[in-house]
């Protein structure tokens, strides 16, 4: 008994991302991104933000619409959304490629301008948030019910982020975000991208 759902392809996936309706969108992003270890300051940064605009609404819409959210948000540079006012708010709120709420967009310039102000605290938001990752999971979840929308730990990240003047950062935000990012693994048994799976299939 696995989790997995096996494909037209042959390979066993996470159910969420086996399907093909959306043209493989979500089977792309499951097979190349969701899970792997994501690094650097302006890529967890566009994380953040793309899971805040996603609350409340399906991730395929907000895959579908990132190269807007790009275009939008200067491809993520804090350096430029802190310089955002609001000019560029009723700009957002006018692109029908984005995710047109007010609340979530005036957080993602809230948050480029917390994100630089780590640096006022000694900090980074690289280091800042792989801290609260946890050890590695030694098998991977056997259902999608074993697999948590929040943590203690993605509670505590959503605090240290508040402390810190970032919003929409709650514990379910967090963990989707540590989901994504590698720094928990929640593929599930018999996905080929679960852990162990790549050893089985070396014969390790």
Known sequence: MTAAVVGADGVGRCPWGAGSADGGLLADYHDTEWGRELRGRDALYERI?????????????????????????????????????DEDVARLLADAGIVRNRAKIEATIANARAVLGLA?????LDTLLWSFAPPPRATPPAALAD??????????????????????????????????????????????????????????
């Open 120 to 124: 006022e605290r000694g900090e980074d």
């Open 147 to 204: 697999v948590p929308a929040t943590t203690p730990v993605s509670a505590a990240m959503a605090t240290a982020l508040r402390s810190r003047g970032f919003r929409f950062v709650g514990p379910t935000t967090c963990y989707a975000m540590m989901q994504a990012t590698g720094m928990v693994d929640d593929h599930v048994a018999g996905c080929f991208r679960a852990v162990g799976a790549a050893d089985r299939a070396a014969g390790v």
């Open 49 to 85: 933000s793309l899971e805040a605009f996603q609350s409340g609404l399906s991730w395929l819409i907000v895959l579908r619409k990132r190269p807007a959210f790009r275009a939008a948000f200067a491809d993520f540079d804090p350096e430029a959304v802190a310089r955002f006012g």
